[in-house]
């Protein structure tokens, strides 16, 4: 590069360089990424580029409207993370007084630590690794387990986990909260519909799993026995899945512990759902992370926002200040909760089609239906039609199956009976 | 059954027998499952359950708002079938002066026969039928396939593939259509995502196909020399796939013979989409079933309308409008054609992702953007940011994929450049 050229490129890049550093978002240039905190950037008319990582030295790429361009490099990125309470760490290593949960490392009082972890020892499971956030507080308290992706396409809950665990202060926490953002790693770039494509299996009917099992039967068995146990609350995220619409509902199971219960059902009520699923004792559907955990003494319910494979964001939001306020009541963070307990449904009805064909549904989600209501109708491949699906109960549809490719016996929807 | 009993049974059959043929849609009762058709019976105060068939006797179940039940007995399907110019008839058979479509056979002139088909001789593909509906005109004209579902989970298309199927009179028709409303039957109760599950190609890249080839490169070659290659016009619907919106556009390949071109862009024009696509002579995105169509002498195009794995009426609203407006302007169908012609862009900009991670779109369908524009992020499983994507052009959103989940190098979304 020539004389003049480089100085005015050097300028150029002083320029912008202080320009960046007068935005709102000083602290971490990367934060300008994050939707809320662009508009910083954006104000000083600089477009962000992508984050280059060179060891301890980060660079981001800057273009300003003018059309100008320029690199910021970010020296201090360690030190910076640690004002924030923020810190990366290794596996495996314990930085608080709380100990780590099982393959997950719990930074020092006050601080965040993200990063990922594996189940060490079981080649098929350290094919993967999972995204963990861990904040511990400053003061003593309960333990609390967010999870999510179980089912991998259900993103409302994926990124409503991450939000929340980028969001939430270490320094406002009383005790622990762990998050771990997918369960299903090994579905979520696949994109897999309800299955984990280890072994086509349904993830969240198989815990408690088996230490010598399929991969879905060991992941189940590790997660449970080493981390979710270890945990004194659990929250299971959900949403519809890639082919289902929901309208925002909560499960849970009692125990016949009312000291347990009625924690249980603090936490269910303090999401903000319209609707609640209590499962029968039985378990109709048995195996889910939720039930499994409940059983083995750990305070857990699972909560359902969004679906259609849509970030959309009512949902995330929805998820985000569903697990605040459990947490809020929890006594985990302070503040005031303000949901409205959600009516409980008598049963969880799930309609399956006695035919594969087309199938047309003529009831949205939130609707009531009487028991026998023609809720829709099935077709073959040239539009013939070869069934028609009635409502076997009276109630509200809490999830319907938006692909219209069913097989025989596929589900269609599900009925929550009143 | 005692008599009373029996007697008062009778009596209720009698009723809801009389209150069905009373119905508008008295000439066929299946046409009750049809929405439009079912208000008649609506009004009638009857629900239609499940169709019955015992060879040549179909028997429906019926019931009143009143709660009574019954059935409804339909002796005389066939003759009345045939009244209205509709036929199911055994594959292979001839039933006009047409001849059969490679597997497909059509019926007498002026009338209309649905069924299934298969390629006779390849154990892979006879493991599969394909729905088909085939309408004969009174009069001569050209022959016109209209395909859709050669991506499975793109329903609009498949839906409108029905509905015309089943509206087009075919006393209306000069010439003959074939419908072949599911090409990648493999996917379709599988819900496959871009590929056929047989060996996990994208079945629109394989064209023309290999007689020897894999199970999509065989498909491909029998479907190309049997059947697309015996018609004059083709029309290949689309959507975008599960994990896709889009705003709806066209495309086609000019042939360099100006007479088939000429046909090929009055077809595209009729669609009625704001955006057209003129691929490359050299074709960017190979093996295309409508490209490959076009080089083979056959005037064709393809039509994109919805996407997100859902039946929005719309969306299959504007496919059938637009098929029944190409029709029109090939003089299949009489009528005058009111559609404004598309917007054709410079290019088909495909953007994909450095990295793999979650991506936030910042753009929507059928937005204007400038190049360079920043118009989405990709953030690792715990939040960080790790890719900023900037527009490669200026010009239209085509298409976004809806999914966050994203591999290296997986799609984004595509811009067409003005």
Redesign the interface.
């Known amino acids: 590069m020539g004389g003049e050229l480089r100085q005015r490129h050097l300028r150029t890049q002083r320029r912008l360089r202080a320009r960046a550093h007068r935005c709102r978002a000083r602290d971490d240039p990367?934060a300008?990424?994050?939707?809320v905190r662009h508009d910083a950037f954006a104000r000083a008319g600089l477009?962000?580029?992508?984050?280059s990582r060179f060891g301890q030295r980060e660079q981001i790429?800057l273009?300003a409207s003018s059309g100008q361009e320029g690199r910021l490099v970010h020296l201090h990125a360690q030190r910076r993370w640690r004002e924030r309470g923020e810190r990366r760490v290794a596996p495996a290593a314990s930085l608080s007084g709380v100990g780590p949960i099982g393959p997950i490392p719990i930074p020092r009082a006050g601080e965040r630590a993200?990063?990922?972890f594996t189940f060490a020892g079981d080649p098929g499971l350290e094919k993967y690794d999972w995204?963990?956030?861990a904040l511990a507080g400053q003061v003593a308290g309960p333990t609390v387990l967010i999870t999510a992706g179980i089912h991998?396409?259900e993103?409302t809950g994926?990124?409503a986990a991450?939000?929340l665990?980028?969001t939430i202060r270490p320094d406002s926490v009383r005790g622990t909260v762990v998050i771990i953002?997918?369960l299903n790693r090994p579905g979520?770039?696949e994109?897999s519909?309800y299955v984990n494509p280890e072994d086509g299996d349904n993830l969240n009917r198989l815990f408690p799993g088996k230490a010598d099992g399929s991969w879905g039967e060991r992941f189940a068995h590790r997660l449970l026995t080493e981390i979710v146990t270890r945990c004194d609350h659990a929250i299971d995220r959900h949403a519809g899945d890639?082919?289902e619409d929901l309208v925002p509902f909560v499960i849970y199971r009692e125990t016949g512990d009312p000291t347990r219960d009625a924690v249980i059902v603090r936490m269910a009520n303090a999401y903000g759902a319209a609707w609640a699923v209590k499962s029968a004792p039985t378990g109709e559907r048995p195996g889910s992370l939720y039930a499994v955990a409940t059983l083995a003494g750990v305070a857990a319910i699972l909560a359902e926002s969004g679906g259609?494979?849509?970030?959309i964001e009512e949902d995330v939001e929805r998820h985000v200040r569903g697990v605040t306020n459990i947490l809020k009541t929890l006594g985990v963070l302070s503040g005031r909760v303000d949901a409205k307990a959600p009516t409980i449904v008598k049963s969880f009805d799930w309609v399956r089609s006695?035919v594969?064909g087309?199938f047309?549904c003529?009831v949205r989600v939130g609707q009531s239906v009487k028991a026998?209501?023609?809720i829709g109708?099935v077709?073959?491949?040239?539009?013939?039609?070869?069934?028609?699906i009635?409502a076997p109960v009276s109630g509200v549809v809490l999830f319907t199956v938006?692909?219209?490719?069913?097989?025989k016996d596929?589900l269609l929807l599900a009925i929550g009976a009143l």
Do not use: N, W
């Not at 477009?47 to 984050?51: A, F």
């Not at 938006?402 to 097989?407: D, G, L, Q, V």
């Open positions: 990367r300008g990424h994050d939707p477009q962000l580029g992508p984050v790429c273009r993200t990063g990922t995204p963990y956030i991998a396409a993103y994926i990124e991450i939000r665990g980028r953002p997918v979520f770039y994109r519909i890639l082919v259609r494979g849509l970030l006695p594969a087309m047309h003529r026998r209501d023609l109708d077709t073959d491949l040239v539009g013939e039609p070869i069934a028609a009635t938006t692909s219209p490719a069913i097989k596929g």
